[in-house]
């Protein structure tokens, strides 16, 4: 066994004692997902958004939160998913995305929030390989609660650099 | 003894006489004349005179006699015509009467019929307009009744509306409390992502969080539930509405219809009344009818029977004339002929003629007549029933009918 084997056993099991805790889970599109419960800042209902133009069209503008400006994206339109109405059910869950100079605070609109889930890392899997084409790097690992099964989101990851360069650069 | 016998009698006696009165004249001048001419001459004249005055008077008495005679029998010709006539025309009406009198019995008997089919008719009216009124009363019954239950229907209506708007206001309660559910959960989401922030310190109160987040789900469950049942109940309470709408639709056409039928019902009641009137009246005509043809029926066998009696007075005058036809002496021989024949003129109808025959040569026509030398159909006797004979008609009074004599 050489040591870059042991390296990344070593680095498999402390991923899988890091992904052990507690998500908060929500809806989009009828699946669940969960993020890391430290990522969260905070969950609000909808507001209203403030359209900022010369933006991708998954950022739905700003939102101004307590005095602070904070960028809002829609995870449907970023997942290239339908997009939907707006109801009373839709939230905005702020997270703080690590950003490669500093932590960005950043909404993204959901379906509905759902609950606070402590996740064994048992009962997490790794994601499964759906060919080299496919980006699967967002996907922290998906989660087997119940009947179903839960995608775990690794927020840093759903947005690539050149991307939260623009988003510090329009917060 | 006939007349003409009689008058012959009258001329020998009247003879008689002028000799007597010659023999005398002849006594009482004879001795005065005797000294003028000479006694043989003036016997010659005397027995000559005497014998020509006889003559003479025998010769007139003969011929008025016979004129005498003639006109009696013409007149009684004619009154024998007239009696025929008479009797024809009586028996005539006789029959007619008698017919009028079966007529009227008939038409009495059909007077009945119809007063009775009309008694059965009034009845059965009378019938019916009892049912008219009944039915005048139950239309005004369903009518009225027709009325509340439309005002309940209307009331019904106004109920439910007020359920539907309850329903609404009860709907928008349990949104709100919905909405504050919702609101608790998000709240209690994040006191569970501030404990664990917290990390240990936290994790009491991420239990409280949790369960604060149990409460408003259940809470928000519990809305749900109620808002389901209050959505039930206001789609059936719509659906009631919908029901009732078209009930009252229903009814307003049903009471068009009632108060038509009513207007009817009335319409009928009032006709029938009307009529129930008109057959009163027609009763009350019938009777007076009724009354009228029995009246007439009475009076045709009155006419019938004085028909009777005028055409027993014919045959007593027809007996009568026969005794005078007698005393003169066969002058109405030819009268049974006669009267035979005038009755089959009256019974044709042709008697017009003979009504306008008389005239100034009425005599020659009756002489004719009694002498038969002309009998032919045209050549009637033709004295109708009406005709007045006048003395002076039959017995030519004129100076120049007497120069013929």
Same mark, same amino acid.
Do not use: W
């Given at each position: 066994?050489?040591?870059?084997?042991?390296?990344?056993?070593?680095?498999?099991?402390?991923?899988?004692?890091?992904?052990?805790?507690?998500?908060?889970?929500?809806?989009?599109?009828?699946?669940?997902?969960?993020?890391?419960?430290?990522?969260?800042?905070?969950?609000?209902?909808?507001?209203?958004?403030?359209?900022?133009?010369?933006?991708?069209?998954?950022?739905?503008?700003?939102?101004?939160?307590?005095?602070?400006?904070?960028?809002?994206?829609?995870?449907?339109?970023?997942?290239?998913?339908?997009?939907?109405?707006?109801?009373?059910?839709?939230?905005?869950?702020?997270?703080?995305?690590?950003?490669?100079?500093?932590?960005?605070?950043?909404?993204?609109?959901?379906?509905?929030?759902?609950?606070?889930?402590?996740?064994?890392?048992?009962?997490?899997?790794?994601?499964?390989?759906?060919?080299?084409?496919?980006?699967?790097?967002?996907?922290?690992?998906?989660?087997?609660?119940?009947?179903?099964?839960?995608?775990?989101?690794?927020?840093?990851?759903?947005?690539?650099?050149?991307?939260?360069?623009?988003?510090?650069?329009?917060? | 003894?006939?007349?003409?016998?009689?008058?012959?009698?009258?001329?020998?006696?009247?003879?008689?006489?002028?000799?007597?009165?010659?023999?005398?004249?002849?006594?009482?001048?004879?001795?005065?004349?005797?000294?003028?001419?000479?006694?043989?001459?003036?016997?010659?004249?005397?027995?000559?005179?005497?014998?020509?005055?006889?003559?003479?008077?025998?010769?007139?008495?003969?011929?008025?006699?016979?004129?005498?005679?003639?006109?009696?029998?013409?007149?009684?010709?004619?009154?024998?015509?007239?009696?025929?006539?008479?009797? /024809?025309?009586?028996?005539? !009406? *006789?029959?007619?009467?008698?017919? =009028? %009198?079966?007529?009227?019995?008939? $038409? @009495?008997?059909?007077?009945?019929?119809?007063?009775?089919?009309?008694?059965?008719?009034?009845?059965?009216?009378?019938?019916?307009?009892?049912?008219?009124?009944?039915?005048?009363?139950?239309?005004?019954?369903?009518?009225?009744?027709?009325?509340?239950?439309?005002?309940?229907?209307?009331?019904?209506?106004?109920?439910?509306?007020?359920?539907?708007?309850?329903?609404?206001?009860?709907?928008?309660?349990?949104?709100?409390?919905?909405?504050?559910?919702?609101?608790?959960?998000?709240?209690?989401?994040?006191?569970?992502?501030?404990?664990?922030?917290?990390?240990?310190?936290? /994790?009491?109160?991420?239990? !409280? *969080?949790?369960?604060?987040?149990? =409460? %408003?789900?259940?809470?928000?469950? $519990? @809305?749900?539930?109620?808002?389901?049942?209050?959505?039930?109940?206001?789609?059936?309470?719509?659906?009631?509405?919908?029901?009732?709408?078209?009930?009252?639709?229903?009814?307003?056409?049903?009471?068009?219809?009632?108060?038509?039928?009513?207007?009817?019902?009335?319409?009928?009641?009032?006709?029938?009344?009307?009529?129930?009137?008109?057959?009163?009246?027609?009763?009350?005509?019938?009777?007076?009818?009724?009354?009228?043809?029995?009246?007439?029926?009475?009076?045709?066998?009155?006419?019938?029977?004085?028909?009777?009696?005028?055409?027993?007075?014919?045959?007593?005058?027809?007996?009568?004339?026969?005794?005078?036809?007698?005393?003169?002496?066969?002058?109405?021989?030819?009268?049974?002929?006669?009267?035979?024949?005038?009755?089959?003129?009256?019974?044709?109808?042709?008697?017009?003629?003979?009504?306008?025959?008389?005239?100034?040569?009425?005599?020659?026509?009756?002489?004719?007549?009694?002498?038969?030398?002309?009998?032919?159909?045209?050549?009637?006797?033709?004295?109708?029933?009406?005709?007045?004979?006048?003395?002076?008609?039959?017995?030519?009074?004129?100076?120049?009918?007497?120069?013929?004599?």
């Amino acid at each position: 066994m050489t040591d870059e084997n042991i390296k990344a056993i070593d680095e498999k099991i402390r991923q899988s004692s890091d992904r052990e805790g507690k998500y908060l889970t929500f809806v989009l599109a009828g699946e669940e997902y969960g993020i890391g419960i430290l990522k969260v800042r905070e969950i609000i209902g909808m507001m209203t958004i403030t359209t900022v133009p010369q933006t991708p069209r998954y950022v739905k503008g700003v939102i101004n939160l307590r005095g602070k400006v904070i960028p809002v994206m829609d995870l449907r339109l970023k997942f290239g998913m339908e997009p939907m109405e707006y109801t009373e059910r839709t939230c905005i869950i702020v997270v703080e995305i690590t950003g490669p100079m500093r932590k960005i605070p950043m909404g993204i609109v959901v379906d509905s929030v759902s609950e606070v889930l402590n996740i064994k890392a048992s009962d997490i899997e790794e994601t499964p390989n759906f060919g080299n084409r496919l980006e699967t790097g967002y996907i922290l690992g998906m989660a087997k609660t119940g009947g179903g099964v839960k995608i775990l989101l690794d927020i840093d990851k759903v947005l690539n650099n050149e991307e939260l360069t623009a988003l510090e650069r329009a917060a | 003894m006939t007349l003409n016998q009689q008058l012959l009698l009258g001329s020998a006696a009247s003879a008689v006489l002028i000799l007597f009165g010659g023999t005398l004249g002849y006594l009482g001048t004879g001795e005065y004349l005797n000294g003028i001419i000479g006694k043989g001459a003036l016997m010659t004249i005397l027995a000559v005179g005497t014998l020509l005055g006889t003559c003479l008077s025998l010769g007139i008495g003969y011929l008025i006699s016979r004129r005498v005679g003639t006109a009696i029998g013409g007149s009684i010709a004619g009154l024998s015509d007239n009696t025929a006539q008479v009797a /024809a025309a009586s028996s005539q !009406v *006789a029959s007619a009467s008698q017919s =009028l %009198a079966e007529g009227a019995s008939v $038409a @009495a008997s059909a007077i009945e019929e119809t007063s009775s089919s009309l008694e059965e008719m009034s009845s059965m009216i009378k019938k019916a307009l009892e049912n008219s009124g009944q039915m005048t009363k139950s239309g005004d019954i369903t009518f009225t009744a027709m009325k509340n239950s439309h005002k309940s229907l209307r009331e019904t209506d106004a109920c439910m509306k007020r359920i539907g708007e309850s329903g609404t206001a009860a709907a928008k309660i349990i949104k709100t409390s919905d909405e504050i559910a919702f609101q608790i959960n998000l709240l209690a989401l994040n006191a569970a992502v501030e404990a664990a922030r917290a990390g240990e310190a936290g /994790a009491g109160f991420a239990v !409280v *969080a949790e369960e604060v987040r149990n =409460l %408003a789900m259940r809470s928000a469950e $519990a @809305a749900r539930n109620t808002e389901t049942i209050i959505g039930e109940m206001s789609r059936e309470i719509k659906e009631g509405m919908t029901l009732v709408t078209k009930t009252l639709e229903e009814f307003y056409r049903m009471g068009d219809e009632g108060k038509k039928t009513n207007t009817l019902i009335k319409e009928i009641d009032s006709a029938m009344k009307e009529q129930a009137e008109g057959i009163e009246q027609i009763n009350r005509a019938i009777a007076e009818m009724d009354k009228i043809t029995q009246q007439s029926a009475a009076n045709a066998e009155e006419t019938a029977s004085a028909a009777e009696e005028l055409s027993a007075q014919a045959a007593q005058m027809e007996s009568f004339v026969a005794e005078l036809s007698a005393i003169t002496g066969g002058q109405g021989r030819n009268n049974g002929g006669g009267q035979a024949f005038l009755t089959t003129d009256l019974v044709a109808g042709h008697t017009k003629e003979g009504h306008r025959a008389p005239g100034g040569g009425g005599i020659h026509k009756a002489l004719a007549y009694r002498d038969g030398k002309e009998s032919g159909p045209g050549r009637t006797t033709g004295r109708g029933p009406t005709t007045v004979v006048r003395p002076d008609q039959i017995i030519p009074l004129e100076d120049d009918e007497l120069k013929s004599f």
